[in-house]
T-cell receptor, first 113, second 113 residues
């Protein structure tokens, strides 16, 4: 079945450092891909998405490009802030339309000043 | 507010008791999902409702778990005869007709003593 493999954390970075969180997927067809973020004590928030190959999703300085050739959707940010400290999840739907999401195990990011 | 609302935010109960968790989705969203987030298992799909169709219960871990959705809106997840392994954060999400993305509530943190 469809699955997501995400780099394990935790990741600790200094403020203004460059961030990459790797995500690769296995799926039938070309599903939409998502990054969700979970801040302490909160639910998941959609961070960005891409709906087809070569699309780049972006939000709050984060970017991820849908790479069909490498089945990847790596999350990047050029300069992280303390407020970016959270858990990040890569996800894809199990089928098209209204279907559940399959999530990676999550990557905890801590940014220190 | 306009987001997904879950109650209670925290629930502590004794092993063997029944619990009910409530989810109020975003108005107009036809799909509603329940997920469980636990330390060892990450984010797991439990059940989802799409409009008036029969729910997909394929993720429910045992027959102690059940859910209903009344009037196509509010949903209740019920866990009977709770066990310590049921301790987790239960997340609800909803999405509009046509598919993704899913919008999550802040979750209910369930602790079984």
């Amino acid at each position: 079945g469809d699955s997501v493999t995400q780099m394990e954390g935790p990741v600790t970075l200094s403020e203004e450092a460059f961030l990459t969180i790797n995500c690769t997927y296995t799926a039938t067809g070309y599903p939409s891909l998502f990054w969700y973020v979970q801040y302490p004590g909160e639910g998941l928030q959609l961070l960005l998405k891409a709906t087809k190959a070569d699309d780049k999703g972006s939000n709050k300085g984060f970017e991820a490009t849908y790479r069909k050739e490498t089945t990847s959707f790596h999350l990047e940010k050029g300069s992280v802030q303390v407020s970016d400290s959270a858990v990040y999840f890569c996800a894809l739907p199990v089928a098209s339309g209204n279907t559940p999401l399959v999530f990676g195990k999550g990557t905890r990011l801590s940014v220190i000043a | 507010g306009a987001g997904v609302s879950q109650s209670p935010s925290n629930k502590v109960t004794e092993k063997g008791k029944d619990v009910e968790l409530r989810c109020d989705p975003i108005s107009g969203h036809t799909a509603l999902y329940w997920y469980r987030q636990s330390l060892g298992q990450g984010l797991e799909f439990l059940i989802y409702f799409q409009g008036n169709s029969a729910p997909d219960k394929s993720g429910l871990p045992s027959d102690r778990f059940s859910a209903e959705r009344t009037g196509g809106s509010v949903s209740t997840l019920t866990i009977q005869r709770t066990q310590q392994e049921d301790s987790a954060v239960y997340l609800c999400a909803s999405s509009p007709t046509g598919g993704q993305p899913q919008h999550f509530g802040d979750g209910t943190r369930l602790s079984i003593l």
